[in-house]
């Protein structure tokens, strides 16, 4: 059984850098799965290009939001760890997919789209622990912030934070990251 790891953060607080510290300590054979697939966005796609140019260059990189658990499943056995940063934009990609009028739509249709996204990360979760290389999954702490100003973004921030909960109940390890210090809380 694999092992899964949590690390989570808010934003530019050293998450993917204790990750990837963590990652090399498992060999050289790492899985990176990336969840912001690059798009028409310069400072996005110079975000990705920094990202790569920090990681050994013999680590394998799949750009991919959707059927992540197949991936892991299917590839979890060459590796000897997955980088999977960050189920919480696959959660704002997933979100992004629906292409619906967020002011709009009802209260139904979003408890329906947020049945769908915890069932992919329930997926996720059970692909990580049935292979063998371990699994550190990174996310966004998003219940610490401010309050959203627009309803697409609150129910962003709401369905991200029931994922996380659901993730880190389901981990083995948890780490919070404030200003580059880890801090293991379970």
């Avoid at 329906?112 to 990580?128: G, L, P, W």
Wanted: charged share 25%.
């Amino acid at each position: 059984m694999g092992k899964l790891i949590m690390v989570i953060g808010g934003k530019r607080s050293g998450k993917s850098d204790f990750a990837q510290g963590l990652a090399e300590g498992f060999g050289d054979s790492i899985l990176y799965i990336a969840t912001l697939v690059p798009e028409d966005d310069e400072e996005v796609k110079s975000r990705i290009a920094y990202r790569k140019a920090m990681r050994p260059s013999g680590w394998d990189t799949l750009e991919i939001y959707d059927g992540i658990a197949a991936h892991i499943a299917e590839f979890g056995g060459a590796y000897d760890g997955i980088v999977l940063d960050r189920i919480s934009v696959m959660v704002t990609q997933l979100l992004g997919a629906y292409n619906e009028s967020w002011e709009s739509v009802p209260l139904s249709a979003v408890l329906e789209i947020e049945k769908t996204i915890q069932q992919e990360t329930r997926q996720v979760v059970k692909a990580a622990k049935s292979v063998s290389a371990p699994v550190i999954i990174i996310t966004n702490e998003l219940g610490m912030g401010s309050r959203p100003a627009d309803r697409f973004h609150k129910i962003r921030r709401d369905i991200t934070c029931r994922v996380n909960t659901k993730l880190a109940a389901q981990a083995d390890e948890v780490y919070f990251m404030m200003a580059g210090i880890p801090m293991k809380i379970k």
